[in-house]
Structure formats: structure tokens, C-alpha cells
């Protein structure tokens, strides 16, 4: 498996003079959570960073780390992400993690069980684009509720989604089967594109 981290986003929403990909939690940033936790799952073959022109600085942080930089427009997310997907599945007909970059309390653990769950169930999962979602209740509890509603029984994308790259086409993204895998666990629930998403993350990443 390869993963794939987007990080050419704007984040205008955080109304901060910083690249979304380098807000700081806890002194260090949002992307380095997240590729540590890729990192140390020891779960890919190849680790993936799509960035633009919105995010320069991220690219220049990025060196310390053994994977490859992919350039995307920057212009539109599933245009970015599109390309990204069409590029990566030159290296090999291998499912790819696709990660966002602002969720910076996911860890190794959680990682490994994602993808070993997706391994394991691998048979009903050809030819699909599984998302990894949560639900409603506790999306709730943690008074989260910006996230978008997945097409099942109040259950709502997390940003993580394995995708056969076989099923990828570069001019229609609505291609394809979705599944779900349900995964309530709040170290997937706090997406930070706001500064009260910040405060939440951080509350939670000191309990």
C-alpha cells in the first residue's frame, strides 16, 4: 500500500499567516503528526505529499523526510487530488491511504489498524473507494458538526479513504463504489480548519 497526504490546501479558515500543513500543535507541526504516524506504522511502500503554490513552506519542511513531493495546481482539491492518484498509480496497481494533512492526533496504532482492517477485507473492497468514517453521536459529543455527511445512517467522512487506483478515473471522480468503514475513535475526529477545531485538538491531546 502507498499513501497519499494532501497538503496544498489554503486554510483560509484558520485566519492564520501561516500554511495550514505547518499550524503548530503543541510546538510542533500538524503534517509532522501525521507523517510520523505514517512513518512509524511501517504500513507503505511509498509515502506521497501533494502541495502547491499555496503551500511553499510545507515543501521546504518536507525534506527532512524519505518520501516524494508531488506538485498539484492548487486550484481545486479533487482536481489536486486526481492528479496526485494518476501519478501514483504509475508506481504500482497498489491501494493508496489517502490522508489529510490537519489531523494531527491520529497516531501509528491507528494507522496499522486501518489498514490491516482494509487487508483483511480486501475481497469486498475491489474495485471501491472506501472511506473511513465516524459517527454522528460522537461527532456530537465533541460538538464537531462542519464534517460532510456520508451517504449511510449518520455517518460522516473523517478525510482518510483507501481507494483502489484501478478504479481512478482522471476526468470523473463519481466512478466508482463507495464503502464504509465505520471507526469512532477521536484521534480521527478533529479535522482543524478553524481556530476552535485548534483548541479542540489540543484539549483532546493533553487527556
Same mark, same amino acid.
Given at each position: ?99 489529510? #494533512?490537519? $489531523? ?5 496504532? &491507528? +494507522?496499522?489498524? =486501518?489498514?490491516?482492517?482494509? *487487508?483483511? /477485507? ?50 470523473? #471522480?463519481? $466512478? ?5 468503514? &465505520? +471507526?469512532?475513535? =477521536?484521534?480521527?475526529?478533529? *479535522?482543524? /480548519? ?14
Amino acid at each position: 500500500m502507498h499513501a497519499l497526504v494532501m497538503a496544498g490546501g489554503r486554510g483560509s479558515r484558520l485566519g492564520l499567516n501561516i500554511e495550514k500543513p505547518l499550524v503548530r500543535l503543541n510546538g510542533k507541526a500538524m503534517i509532522e503528526y501525521v507523517l510520523d504516524a505514517l512513518i512509524q506504522s511501517s504500513s507503505f511502500n511509498r509515502i506521497f505529499v501533494s502541495v502547491s503554490k499555496n503551500t511553499p513552506n510545507t515543501k521546504a519542511c518536507l525534506s527532512k523526510y524519505d518520501l516524494i513531493v508531488l506538485h498539484t495546481s492548487g486550484d481545486d482539491y479533487v482536481s489536486d487530488l486526481l492528479y496526485s492518484l494518476n501519478h501514483i498509480s504509475n508506481h504500482g496497481s497498489e491501494p493508496i491511504l489517502i490522508m489529510p #494533512c490537519d $489531523l494531527p492526533l491520529v497516531d501509528a496504532d &491507528l +494507522i496499522r489498524y =486501518i489498514v490491516s482492517y482494509y *487487508n483483511y /477485507n480486501h475481497e469486498r473492497y475491489n474495485n471501491s473507494w472506501v472511506a473511513i468514517t465516524l459517527s454522528g453521536d460522537l461527532l456530537r459529543s465533541l460538538k464537531l458538526s462542519d464534517k460532510p455527511r456520508a451517504y449511510s445512517n449518520d455517518q460522516y467522512y473523517s478525510g482518510i479513504s483507501i481507494v483502489d487506483p484501478d478504479i481512478v478515473d482522471a476526468s470523473d #471522480c463519481t $466512478l466508482y463504489k463507495e464503502e464504509y468503514i &465505520l +471507526i469512532d475513535d =477521536i484521534r480521527i475526529a478533529v *479535522n482543524v /480548519n478553524t481556530l476552535e477545531d485548534l483548541k479542540t485538538a489540543k484539549m483532546l491531546s493533553l487527556t
